[in-house]
Nanobody, 127 residues
Framework: LQLVESGGGLAQLGGSLRLSCTSS????????IGWFRQAPGKEREGITC????????AYADSVKGRFTISRDKDRDRVYLQMNSLKPEDSAIYYC?????????????????????WGQGTQVTVSS
């Protein structure tokens, strides 16, 4: 399974971007999908995730109220809507699939619970 991220780019302070995550082969239905980011010189940060069956979501405090994760089951895609962007949101953004299916809850801070990482998409926010 190879996940593919898209939608990154350059945004201004306070702007918006929408990222998309899909699979290049095997479907990722039944699994939770998480979004993560890594800025230069910093550790990878788990920012949000969504389960498959219940659509339960979780957010890191750093993005709560600004970012929204959603799942389109028909198109087998997971989106990350990013609003009110800040320069500190600049990073490479990755999506990944949970190691086990049919989770009722997910926690993006438990990075080791996720696998099958995509290549990432760069997000740069200018001030």
């Amino acid at each position: 399974l190879q996940l593919v991220e898209s939608g990154g780019g350059l945004a201004q302070l306070g702007g918006s971007l929408r990222l998309s995550c899909t699979s290049s082969g095997e479907f990722f239905e039944t699994y939770a999908i998480g979004w993560f980011r890594q800025a230069p010189g910093k550790e990878r940060e788990g920012i949000t995730c969504v389960t498959y069956n219940s659509g339960s979501t979780a957010y890191a405090d750093s993005v709560k109220g600004r970012f929204t994760i959603s799942r389109d089951k028909d198109r087998d895609r997971v989106y990350l809507q990013m609003n009110s962007l800040k320069p500190e949101d600049s990073a490479i953004y990755y999506c990944a699939r949970s190691r086990t299916p049919w989770q009722t809850m997910c926690d993006p801070t438990r990075i080791s619970d996720f696998a099958d990482w995509g290549q990432g998409t760069q997000v740069t926010v200018s001030s």
